[in-house]
């Protein structure tokens, strides 16, 4: 089945430093990649997605790129803030129509920004 | 416009009884799915409702089901609690016709003890 897999947490960086989470998916066919942020004792927000291949999201500073050769979704930002410390998720779900509905989920990096 | 909206914020209940938990579409969404996210973990799918009716599911026992309102509000009951239960519950909402984008509610908070 789908599945998605993110490096293993914490990070922690010191304010201005560059960041980099890894995340490599399994799927069938050609799915949308998202990043989601949850801020602590809060929901999930959407932070960026891409939904085809080369296609580069970005939002706040933070960019991905959909890599198909690699099945990849790489999250940077080139001067993380104190603001970013949060647990970052990164996810796929099939294409409308491609029998799944479902956003599947990877275990979630904790980002800690120290000042 | 308002966003995902789920109540209560947080709930406790005992093993054994049985809990609602409730959330309200973003405008325009008439597609609602529901997630539990246990502490440390990413959001596993529970089910997903459109036009009423459950059009997927997830991993979980028949004690997990569900409603959908004309109104597209929706509602997730869990009888017969267990410890392992307990976790953030969020809802996601989407608008119909072929987004694959959802967006999230702040979540419920449910401890069982």
């Known amino acids: 089945g789908d599945s998605v897999t993110q490096m293993e947490g914490p990070v922690t960086l010191s304010e201005e430093a560059f960041l980099t989470i890894n995340c490599t998916y399994t799927?069938?066919?050609?799915?949308?990649l998202f990043w989601y942020v949850q801020y602590p004792g809060e929901g999930l927000q959407l932070l960026l997605k891409a939904t085809k291949a080369d296609d580069k999201g970005s939002n706040k500073g933070f960019e991905a790129t959909y890599r198909k050769e690699t099945t990849s979704f790489h999250l940077e930002k080139g001067s993380v803030q104190v603001s970013d410390s949060a647990v970052y998720f990164c996810?796929?779900?099939?294409?409308?129509?491609?029998?799944?509905?479902?956003?599947?989920f990877g275990k979630g990096t904790k980002l800690t920004v120290n000042p | 416009d308002a966003g995902v909206t789920q109540s209560p914020t947080h709930l406790i209940k005992t093993r054994g009884q049985q809990v609602t938990l409730r959330c309200s579409p973003k405008?325009?969404?008439?597609?609602v799915s529901w997630y539990q996210q246990a502490l440390g973990q990413g959001p596993q799918f529970i089910f997903q409702?459109?036009?009423?009716?459950?059009?997927q599911r997830g991993n979980f026992p028949d004690r997990f089901s569900g409603h959908q309102f004309p109104n597209y509000s929706s509602e997730l009951n869990v009888n017969a609690l267990l410890l392992g239960d307990s976790a953030l519950y969020l809802c996601?909402?989407?608008?119909?016709?072929?987004?694959?984008?959802?967006?999230f509610g702040p979540g419920t908070r449910l401890t069982v003890l």
């Open positions: 409702y459109y036009e009423e009716e459950e059009r």
């Open positions: 996810a796929l779900i099939r294409p409308p129509g491609g029998g799944s509905e479902k956003l599947v």
């Open positions: 799927a069938t066919g050609y799915p949308s």
């Open positions: 996601a909402s989407s608008p119909g016709g072929g987004s694959d984008t959802q967006y």
């Open positions: 405008s325009g969404h008439d597609t």
